[in-house]
Nanobody
């Protein structure tokens, strides 16, 4: 069974940093991957994406704060978050996609992804 398992969530004060990890139990090195989040009462939204070719894309509001990366040798996806604010409080989900063929493909649209983790909660306090 294909699995994605997130970790690294927790509570942090505003201005702090946190790094989320996503371990893949199967080989996702040929897939594009992403991080999504869902705040209370809000729809799930894309935060960051990384392509098979290694190029990345971000939601504009987090582009100067968050960095997505992957370590294929360790089968792990990361989201490094700096200068966190209370508005970043949400469940964060790791996702992988094999629906699109292009090596440079990145997406913040959840419909482009077909494999999902269970989420890890991030709480940012003032």
């Amino acid at each position: 069974q294909v699995q994605l398992v997130e970790s690294g969530g927790g509570s942090v004060q505003a201005g702090g940093s946190l790094r989320l990890s996503c371990a893949y139990h199967h080989d996702y090195s040929s897939d594009y991957m992403g991080w999504f989040r869902q705040a209370p009462g809000q729809e799930r939204e894309g935060v960051a994406s990384i392509a098979r070719a290694g190029n990345t894309g971000y939601k504009h509001s987090v582009s100067s704060r968050f960095t997505i990366s992957r370590d294929n040798a360790e089968n792990t996806l990361f989201l490094q978050m700096h200068y966190l604010e209370p508005e970043h409080t949400a469940m964060y989900y790791c996702a992988a996609g094999s629906l699109r063929p292009w090596r440079a493909f990145i997406s913040l649209d959840q419909t482009d992804y077909n494999m999902w983790g269970q989420g890890t909660k991030v709480t940012v306090s003032s």
